[in-house]
């Protein structure tokens, strides 16, 4: 099973990151000031990656594809890794929809 890790970043903010149950990062937020609201993200997450709509494919500069998570405000809520091809992006969406519903919250602040 996944797990979600909440940490604190140089500047203060807090960010989670979505892990598999290997321990690969597969979602990354962004900074957060408070701590609640990086927990609102974690739930955010919970209820839009049940939702295909919400996961936006990307292509960065390096020609690398990328997926970004977006709620339903059309804000983006988590990013994914590069990934070296369509397939394997494909398998990261499909992992953060099966471990982010049920995924435990770990604090490592």
Known sequence: MGKFVITVRKNG??????????GQVILTSEGYKEKKSCLNGIESVRKNSQDPEKFEV???????PFFNLKATNGQVIGASQMYATERTLKLGIASVAKN?????VVEEI
Do not use: M, R, Y
């Open 13 to 22: 903010e807090f960010q989670f990151n979505l892990k598999a149950s290997n």
């Open 58 to 64: 990307k292509v960065a500069k390096n020609g690398k």
């Open 100 to 104: 982010a519903p049920e995924a435990p």
